[in-house]
Nanobody, 115 residues
Framework: QVQLVESGGGLVQAGGSLTLSCAASGIMFRYNTMGWYRQAPGKQRELVATIVLGGGTNYADSVKERFTIDKGQNTVDLHMTSLKPEDTGVYYC???????????WGQGIQVTVSS
């Protein structure tokens, strides 16, 4: 069984910074893609940033130049700077083993940015 455990969320003022961390535990796979999604109240879950095995990254337009994703062995971090109230939401860690494989999700962690 795979578990993705997120940490680092919380309340921050606009303009501040937070780092989210995610660690995979249980059965260890070589993950092809790891990343972060978020869901704001009343909205659908959306991609924030992903990083693939070779190190390539993908960011939502709304977070480019502000967020940075990096990974270790079965860990992935999201460094968030210049936070805005619209970044508020539940952030979910994500991992998969490649196209067409079963995706893994964390339980989610709250990030609240006050204006």
């Amino acid at each position: 069984q795979v578990q993705l455990v997120e940490s680092g969320g919380g309340l921050v003022q606009a303009g501040g910074s937070l780092t989210l961390s995610c660690a995979a535990s249980g059965i260890m796979f070589r993950y092809n893609t790891m990343g972060w999604y978020r869901q704001a109240p009343g909205k659908q879950r959306e991609l924030v940033a992903t990083i693939v095995l070779g190190g390539g990254t993908n960011y939502a337009d709304s977070v480019k130049e502000r967020f940075t994703i990096d990974k270790g062995q079965n860990t992935v971090d999201l460094h968030m700077t210049s936070l805005k109230p619209e970044d508020t939401g539940v952030y979910y860690c994500y991992a998969d083993r490649g196209a067409g494989t079963y995706p893994f999700w964390g339980q989610g962690i709250q990030v609240t940015v006050s204006s």
